[in-house]
């Protein structure tokens, strides 16, 4: 299955009776296995659950911690990206060049890599010590 194909396959399972918007997401790990996850909103709405962080809850309880792609669908007119938090997220597990694909189920794409996501990123190495 394609990434895509996996991020459409799971949006459908999106918990989004809030805002109707229902958004998909798959991790192909560095292993080649694939971990999908979806939106879950909650009535205390800024509670809910990124689709991006259940796929990397789904890889990192999978035993993967390395990721090396990613695709994000939702419906609307133009791709999607990853919220702040969740660009923050994903490049815990992934390096600057991976790319992260983001699509509408209209077929519009969008392909950016994470550096160009999140350019002046925090990490671990700014932390000192």
Do not use: W
């Not at 990397?56 to 309880?61: E, G, R, Y």
């Not at 939702?74 to 997220?89: I, S």
């Not at 950016?112 to 350019?119: F, G, K, Q, S, V």
């Amino acid at each position: 299955m394609s990434l895509i194909g996996a991020a459409t396959d799971v949006r459908e399972k999106a918990h989004a009776p809030y805002s109707g918007f229902k958004v998909g997401a798959a991790i192909r790990a560095a292993s080649g296995r694939i971990y999908q996850g979806c939106n879950v909103e909650n009535v205390s709405y800024p509670e809910g659950t990124c689709a991006e962080a259940g796929a990397i809850s789904a890889m990192v309880a999978g035993g993967d911690t390395v990721i090396h792609e990613v695709a994000v669908i939702a419906g609307g007119a133009e791709p999607v990206a990853p919220c702040g938090g969740c660009r923050q997220r994903l490049l815990e597990f992934a390096g600057p060049d991976v790319t992260v694909t983001m699509a509408t189920t209209g077929g519009a794409t969008r392909v950016m890599r994470m550096a160009d996501l999140l350019p002046g990123a925090f990490d671990a190495t700014q932390m000192g010590g």
